[in-house]
């Protein structure tokens, strides 16, 4: 079964500052997909950037991107220019390319606290 | 286009009575999920849908939970009789398909405390 490790429980920037969240997933397949998500207090999660496994290239969404390293089964999520709107919840997830019943679901890490300190 | 529409927000029960969580997924969105996400950690499907039909309830505490989406729209989720460890956030979210390059949107969630 894959597994995602999120290791920061809390992270703190500056506004205007640049902050990386890190996430490791294990699995066994060659083909997936891996998001963040962001989830602010008492509102909705929604997705801030994916990533397919099968693309080299780095996701890259405005302010949010992603430093994806397949071997090292390593994702991480770059903010720049960290705004008061960030602070949230961060959680990292993982779903399987395959269509296969079980396999469709996402995955989720433990989640990241993102503090904003203005 | 509005979202994922879950209710109520906020429900408070005392053990071993029931309680029923409502959600009115995206118009159109066939694959319909629940998640349940206990306090400081990242949410885990309970049970997912395809229309009215169910793709993975592999998760779901079938002694106690269950789930319907009649006529592949809105969908409800039981639990009865609910415990303390299922004090939690209840999310909802849906999906036009169920291959993994189809977003899943979620609703705000019930949070259920058990006392």
């Known amino acids: 079964a894959q597994t995602v490790t999120q290791s920061q429980p809390e992270m703190s920037v500056q506004e205007a500052e640049t902050v990386t969240l890190s996430c490791t997933y294990d699995?066994?397949?060659?083909?997936?997909?891996l998001f963040w998500y962001k989830q602010p207090p008492s509102r909705q999660m929604i997705l801030v950037i994916r990533?397919?496994?099968?693309?080299?290239q780095n996701a890259t969404e405005n302010r949010f991107s992603v430093n994806f390293q397949k071997a090292a089964k390593s994702f991480s999520l770059k903010i720049s220019d960290s705004q008061l709107g960030d602070a949230a919840m961060y959680f990292c997830?993982?779903?399987?390319?395959?269509?296969?019943?079980?396999?469709?679901?996402?995955?989720f890490g433990q989640g990241t606290r993102l503090t904003i300190n203005p | 286009e509005a979202g994922v529409a879950q209710s109520p927000r906020y429900k408070i029960i005392e053990k071993r009575q029931s309680v029923a969580f409502w959600c009115n997924p995206i118009?159109?969105?066939?694959?319909l999920y629940w998640y349940q996400q206990i306090l400081g950690q990242g949410p885990k499907l309970l049970i997912q849908?395809?229309?009215?039909?169910?793709?993975?309830d592999s998760q779901l505490p079938k002694d106690r939970f269950s789930a319907e989406r009649l006529k592949g729209v809105d969908s409800t989720l039981k639990i009865q009789p609910a415990k303390l460890e299922d004090s939690a956030v209840y999310l909802c979210?849906?999906?036009?398909?169920?291959?993994?390059?189809?977003?899943?949107?979620f609703g705000p969630g019930t949070r259920l405390t058990v006392t």
């Open positions: 118009s159109g969105h066939a694959t």
């Open positions: 979210a849906s999906s036009l398909g169920s291959g993994g390059n189809y977003e899943q949107y």
């Open positions: 990533q397919e496994a099968y693309k080299q």
């Open positions: 849908f395809q229309n009215n039909g169910v793709v993975d």
């Open positions: 699995t066994s397949e060659s083909d997936y997909y």
């Open positions: 997830a993982y779903r399987s390319h395959e269509l296969i019943q079980g396999a469709q679901k996402l995955v």
